[in-house]
Structures are given as structure tokens and as C-alpha cells.
């Protein structure tokens, strides 16, 4: 199986910053897109921005100019640089990996997700 460990959530003051990590460990022969969603209490989940194998990335406009997504392959990370972070940024963020791995001897592709980190922006 697959697990993403995510890292980096936190309080902070509006227009502070944060970087959020999120690292797949397992048995993985692939990683395909990988992405960043939020949940706000109360809301739906939402994607945040996304990053394809080959860099192209996708942002909600609400983070458009503020958010760097990021990937790092070699060690199957994907990263979420926060900046000019605002209030209505808080939520719960969580990572989704679409990741080819195997189950027995057969291998198949499948999105995986973070527990999520709690990120707070308050004065």
C-alpha cells in the first residue's frame, strides 16, 4: 500500500507564510499528478492546486499569485508554498497522490490522500 505523510500546517498571522510537505512512501512504481485540497468547517472540499508529471500546474483563483505547488520526484514529495496567507485560507489541508503501486503480484493506478494539517490564519 501506499501512505503520504503531510507536514507543515500551523498558526499564523494574515500575510505570513507557510510550507506545507507531503511525502508517499510504499511500494510505488509511478506518481502521476499530485495536488493540494482544502476543507473549511462547514464546506466542501475544494482543490487548491494540482501538479502534473511534468511540471504543469493548475491553481483554484483564489490562490492564483499567492500558492507555489511544487514537486520534488526523486523522493515523491510534493510540496504547497503559502504566501500572503489570508483568513479565509483556514482549513484542513490535505494531499492527494494518484500513484501506481500493486496489490499482490497485479499493479494498478489509484489516488491516495494525507491525513490533513490544520492550517490557521489569525491575528
Known amino acids: 500500500q501506499v501512505q503520504l505523510v503531510e507536514s507543515g500546517g500551523g498558526l499564523v498571522q494574515p500575510g505570513g507564510s507557510l510550507r506545507l510537505s507531503c511525502a508517499a512512501s510504499?511500494?510505488?512504481?509511478?506518481?502521476?499528478?499530485m495536488g493540494w485540497y482544502r476543507q473549511a468547517p462547514g464546506k466542501q472540499r475544494e482543490l487548491v492546486a494540482r501538479?502534473?508529471?511534468?511540471?504543469?500546474?493548475n491553481y483554484a483563483d483564489s490562490v492564483k499569485g499567492r500558492f507555489t505547488i511544487s514537486r520534488d520526484n526523486a523522493n515523491n514529495t510534493v510540496y504547497l508554498q503559502m504566501n500572503n496567507l489570508k483568513p479565509d485560507d483556514t482549513a484542513v489541508y490535505f494531499c492527494?497522490?494518484?500513484?501506481?503501486?500493486?496489490?499482490?503480484?497485479?499493479?494498478?493506478?489509484?489516488?491516495?490522500w494525507g491525513q490533513g494539517t490544520q492550517v490557521t490564519v489569525s491575528s
Open positions: 510504499g511500494i510505488i512504481f509511478n506518481i502521476y499528478v
Open positions: 501538479i502534473t508529471t511534468d511540471g504543469s500546474a
Open positions: 492527494n497522490q494518484e500513484v501506481l503501486t500493486k496489490g499482490g503480484s497485479i499493479p494498478y493506478r489509484a489516488a491516495f
